[in-house]
T-cell receptor
Framework: EAGVAQSPRYKIIEKRQSVAFWCNPISGHATLYWYQQILGQGPKLLIQFQNNGVVDDSQLPKDRFSAERLKGVDSTLKIQPAKLEDSAVYLC???????????????FGPGTRLTVL | DAKTTQPTSMDCAEGRAANLPCNHSTISGNEYVYWYRQIHSQGPQYIIHGLKNNETNEMASLIITEDRKSSTLILPHATLRDTAVYYCIVRVAYQGAQKLVFGQGTRLTINP
């Protein structure tokens, strides 16, 4: 099966500019996650969707970050305006709610590497 | 949420077994231990998980101590492609959905 797709793979912007990332999860996966991974650290969950509803956005900096998942499939994550400390890899993951749900793993995409100058 | 403690880095010779330890002394009875790994420039990849019994799949074995306060991930015959950061995660349940909290992991280097 096709994996989680993300684009772009790399993005360089100047501070105070805006940027958007796109994620296409594995077909049929109801749950979608966005993580931020700063260099040298483990991924940190920003937001979690189940279908097109938000389950957890407690760590999303809502003054500058926003995310949506229209129609419960693709998702976009936006940063406006960007700060230097937003430089990181943004990872998207998806998870099925079929079968033995408690055991289902998260599948990650390759990530988008953002550099803010 | 139960926290995990892992060594920052480890080395292992190619072809030997790589044993990666993880401490999770505050784990509660219904929390699982998950292992993911992240190869350079890729997203994390699921390896294995367990509750209290030892588990084995095509990638690795997971040994959990009887008191569940620690576990060991075993890669039986490590190859150069196993060089990665390995994350031990105790799964938390939040609003009925599954949330993974990643630490800094162990950077495993397989040497030829």
């Amino acid at each position: 099966e096709a994996g989680v797709a993300q684009s772009p793979r790399y993005k360089i912007i100047e501070k105070r500019q805006s940027v958007a990332f796109w994620c296409n999860p594995i077909s049929g996966h109801a749950t979608l996650y966005w993580y931020q991974q700063i260099l040298g650290q483990g991924p940190k969950l920003l937001i979690q969707f189940q279908n097109n509803g938000v389950v957890d956005d407690s760590q999303l900096p809502k003054d500058r970050f926003s995310a949506e998942r229209l129609k419960g499939v693709d998702s976009t994550l936006k940063i406006q305006p960007a700060k230097l400390e937003d430089s990181a890899v943004y990872l998207c993951a998806s998870r099925s709610l079929q079968g033995r749900v408690a055991w289902n793993e998260q599948f990650f995409g390759p990530g988008t590497r953002l550099t803010v100058l | 949420d139960a926290k995990t403690t892992q060594p920052t880095s480890m080395d292992c010779a190619e072809g030997r077994a790589a044993n990666l330890p993880c401490n999770h002394s505050t784990i509660s009875g219904n929390e699982y231990v998950y292992w993911y790994r992240q190869i350079h420039s890729q997203g994390p990849q699921y390896i294995i998980h367990g509750l209290k019994n030892n588990e084995t799949n095509e990638m690795a074995s997971l040994i959990i101590t009887e008191d569940r306060k620690s576990s060991t991930l075993i890669l039986p015959h490590a190859t150069l492609r196993d060089t990665a950061v390995y994350y031990c995660i105790v799964r938390v349940a939040y609003q009925g959905a599954q949330k993974l909290v990643f630490g800094q992991g162990t950077r495993l280097t397989i040497n030829p």
